[in-house]
């Protein structure tokens, strides 16, 4: 039996990456009930953000914080499942790609040389434009 070597290290990826969702998630459970950490760590980034990521956190992100809390903490509980059980893996992953990128672009990362270094950036967005392009029907997943 040939083995697509492609396949099983996107589902490396895939798997690995899961884990990494389902922790994060994990470790924003406080969240739900309050989003108040979100936005004190929101109200840190604009004190050093370029301009616009200043406008897209005074406009958008700290006055939905309540909200984008819950989402955020949702999201990536729920792309971690799904990576982890292989459903809807494109879907999810390039949806993940976004929200990562939100959140680096938020932070102003994205304009620093730093974010090249960054284990939480390239990295995971990287491995979610991988599995986004060619994360259909890999190994030990529940749909195909």
Do not use: C
């Amino acid at each position: 039996m040939a083995v697509n070597t492609q396949a099983a290290g996107l589902t490396v990826v895939r798997i690995s990456l899961g884990v990494f969702f389902v922790f994060e998630g994990i470790n924003k459970l406080s969240w739900l009930p309050d989003g108040g950490a979100l936005a004190k760590q929101l109200g840190e980034w604009l004190q050093s953000a370029p301009p616009s990521s200043r406008w897209y956190l005074e406009t958008v992100a700290i006055p939905a914080a309540p909200i984008l809390a819950r989402v955020v903490m949702l999201g990536e509980l729920a792309l971690g499942l799904g990576l982890l059980a292989g459903v809807w893996v494109r879907l999810a992953a390039a949806l993940g790609f976004l929200m990562v990128l939100n959140f680096h672009f938020a932070a102003g990362r994205v304009f620093q040389y730093s974010f090249l270094t960054n284990g939480y950036g390239l990295p995971v967005l990287g491995g979610l434009l991988a599995l986004a392009i060619g994360g259909s029907k890999l190994p030990w997943s529940l749909k195909g």
